[in-house]
Structures are given as structure tokens and as C-alpha cells.
């Protein structure tokens, strides 16, 4: 298997399968497809078993499906001979999956759930029961029985599965692959519609992929938001370790939030009516509104100034209520509150004031850097000129 994935990564790596054969014909280019498609069903397959297929549970879920294969090694070097085989596989499939896909090639991609499948890999959490978001569902009704715990260096690596620096590799891989795919999928939606039946569904798949990206990043920034939330709120002291996983989530956000910003560079109606179809620009306002953490808060917002000038007003009011930040009703004085219109998008901008000028919760203990003022401000005088 490795063998195969060497050879297809150098002879795919940066082309497109179709590359060289379009003057062949369409049933030789379809079967190159159907063929390039069949083989990497199949070894997507392997990171949906990463890290888990690394770990100490492999070999008894080997004879409970096999019933002990006839010759097969299971002493100490071999299994571990075995788990680094299959990270180096695992690496290759994630190189491979930066070929340079054409927009019809996303429908694809969608089928085999491949955001879940690499925000699983590369996720600081891990699901206690092994759910996560599949088609047709949303980050709250799939996988709400879930437990997310921390993951990372020390989870597995108690696992007894793949090294620090080789899982902190193949996650690196797999935040590029999730980057390029996901801008790729974002310009293929921006590009001009060429019209035909045909190019309506292939929007439909790029904005199905989109989506499912989009619920992902929510999936993954809800756990993290909410800590920093009672961390920056809570008047007890925090612990040295508690601090130390807050700023690791919110590292975490950031990455998040630099990849929804890649995403939102030029938003076109398919991508915004995605990003209004999940929780994501709720998410963006809890960030741009979290007291005590400024890098979150302006990233949000420099985020937030490219898309919410092409919301409709009413949309923008039902995220600022679904975000329920603490900053919008804690401690709201008339001042700050008078000659505010009460029609759309009011709760907008009492929100972005707020943020602004600093309407506080009275539990806040470090109260909101200036420099919010400017790029909030900026974005209130864009909406009314």
C-alpha cells in the first residue's frame, strides 16, 4: 500500500488526474476518474482509522473482526513496526489530497465527508464515542452525545500510538490540506456562473463542502469558547494548567479563525448563504465580543468586516441574539443605548459599540484593549454610509 501511495503521489502531487488525457476522450477520461475516485475511497479510509489504529486496541479489533489472522505478528516491534507503516501511509494520503481539484471534483469530496474526516485529525479534541458531524446533519443535533476531551501530545501519545513529532506532523498536513481545499472549494464558488444544468449542481456540491467546513470550525471553536469565556469571567483563581489549556484553545481559534478568513476573502452569495446557514457567524460575533482576549476579539472582527456588509441587516440582529454575548446586556447604560435605531440591524450595532466602547460585564477583570475601537468603529461607519 505504501508502494501504491509513492507512486500516485508522484505522479498526481500538484496535477489533476485528468491532466494529459482530455484528447483521449470522454469514456477513457471517465474511467480515469471512476478510477482515481475508487482508490481514494479507499485510503481516506486510512485516516478515518488515525490515531486509533495506532493504538493498543488495534490488535484485539483485528481478531474480533479477523478471528486472529494465520501468521500474522503481533510482538511489541512489529506492532509498533506496523503503527509507524500506517502513519507513513496516512502522510502520503494527506500529499496526495493536494492534487489541484476542479470544481466538479468537490461533489466528490462531499460524498466521502472529507472535512469531518481531517478535522478529526487534526482537532486538539477527540470524541469520547467516536461521533462527529456526517451529511445532512448540523454541529448541535449530530454528535450531541459526544464527549470532546483535550487531545493532543499527551492523550495520545498514553495511547501508546504515534510519536509527538509524527502526529504533530501529519496534523500540520492535514491543516494545509483543509486550507487549500477549502479556499479552492471558495473560488470555485466565486468564479462566474457559466450557466447549464450541470454547473448548477456542481455549485451546489462546492457549497455542500463549504458548509460541512463551516460546521466543522463551529464544532471545534464551541468547546474552546466557552472556556475562555469562564476563565475571563470567573473571579476565582485560575491554576497554572488551566491557563495553559486556555491558550492553547485559544491558539486554536486562531487557526480556525485564519482559515474562515481565507475562506471569507472574496465572499460570494453561495459561500455567505453558508455561512448564514450555520452557527458560524454567531460563532464570529462570541469571538469578536470575548472580554479579556483582544488577538480573538480583532481577528474576529477583521473577519467580521468582510462579510457583514453583505448580510441583510435582520440576519446579522438573529446571530447577535443566537451568540448571546455578555457584553450586549450586561451593565447597558442609556448613554450608551440613546438615539440607536430599533428597527434591522439595531442589535448590530448596539453590539459593535459595545465592543467598541467598551460596555463591560461588571465581572470582567481586564477590560477590552482600545485597539477594538478602531476596526469595530470602521465597521459601523461602513454600515451606514
Request: with cysteine.
Amino acid at each position: 500500500r505504501k508502494e501504491l501511495l509513492l507512486s500516485l503521489v508522484d505522479v498526481l502531487a500538484g496535477r489533476h488526474y485528468s491532466e494529459g488525457i482530455v484528447a483521449c476522450g470522454v469514456d477513457i477520461s471517465h474511467s480515469v476518474q471512476s478510477g482515481v475516485y475508487a482508490c481514494l475511497r479507499e485510503l481516506v479510509q486510512l485516516l478515518q482509522e488515525w490515531p486509533s489504529k495506532s493504538g493498543p486496541t488495534s490488535t484485539s479489533t483485528k481478531e474480533a473482526k479477523g478471528k486472529g489472522r494465520v501468521g500474522e505478528d503481533t510482538t511489541p516491534g512489529a506492532t509498533d513496526s506496523a503503527h509507524a507503516l500506517h502513519d507513513e501511509c496516512c502522510l502520503l494520503v494527506l500529499k496526495l489530497l493536494l492534487l489541484n481539484w476542479k470544481d466538479y471534483d468537490f461533489a466528490f469530496l462531499r460524498s466521502l465527508d472529507l472535512p469531518v474526516v481531517l478535522f478529526r485529525v487534526l482537532s486538539i479534541f477527540e470524541s469520547a464515542s467516536g461521533g462527529d458531524l456526517r451529511a445532512g446533519g448540523n454541529e448541535d443535533s449530530i454528535g450531541s452525545g459526544d464527549k470532546l476531551t483535550p487531545s493532543g501530545g499527551a492523550g495520545r501519545a498514553a495511547t501508546g500510538g504515534s510519536s509527538p513529532s509524527t502526529r504533530a506532523l501529519i496534523q500540520a498536513q492535514a491543516w494545509l490540506v483543509v486550507k487549500v481545499l477549502a479556499m479552492s472549494c471558495g473560488m470555485a464558488l466565486a468564479a462566474p456562473p457559466s450557466g447549464g444544468y450541470a454547473q448548477v449542481g456542481i455549485q451546489k456540491a462546492c457549497g455542500s463542502f463549504i458548509g460541512q467546513v463551516f460546521e466543522c470550525i463551529c464544532r471545534e471553536m464551541q468547546p474552546c469558547l466557552s472556556t475562555l469565556n469562564s476563565l475571563a469571567t470567573t473571579d476565582s483563581p485560575v491554576t497554572p494548567s488551566a491557563s495553559s489549556g486556555a491558550s492553547r484553545k485559544q491558539e486554536y481559534c486562531l487557526k480556525l479563525l485564519l482559515l474562515v478568513g481565507l475562506v471569507l476573502q472574496h465572499p460570494s452569495p453561495q459561500v455567505l448563504d453558508c455561512l448564514c446557514q450555520t452557527r458560524l457567524l454567531a460563532m464570529l460575533l462570541l469571538c469578536a465580543g470575548m472580554p479579556g482576549h483582544a488577538q480573538l476579539s480583532l481577528s474576529a472582527l477583521a473577519v467580521l468586516s468582510r462579510v457583514l456588509l453583505h448580510l441583510q441587516p435582520e440576519m446579522v440582529d438573529a446571530a447577535v441574539g443566537a451568540c448571546q454575548v455578555s457584553t450586549t446586556d450586561a451593565r447597558q447604560s442609556p448613554e450608551a443605548s440613546s438615539g440607536l435605531p430599533e428597527g434591522p440591524g439595531a442589535k448590530a450595532v448596539r453590539f459593535l459599540i459595545d465592543v467598541a466602547g467598551g460596555v463591560l460585564p461588571s465581572s470582567t477583570k481586564e477590560p477590552f484593549t482600545s485597539a477594538l475601537a478602531v476596526p469595530a468603529l470602521r465597521i459601523l461607519r461602513a454600515m451606514h454610509h
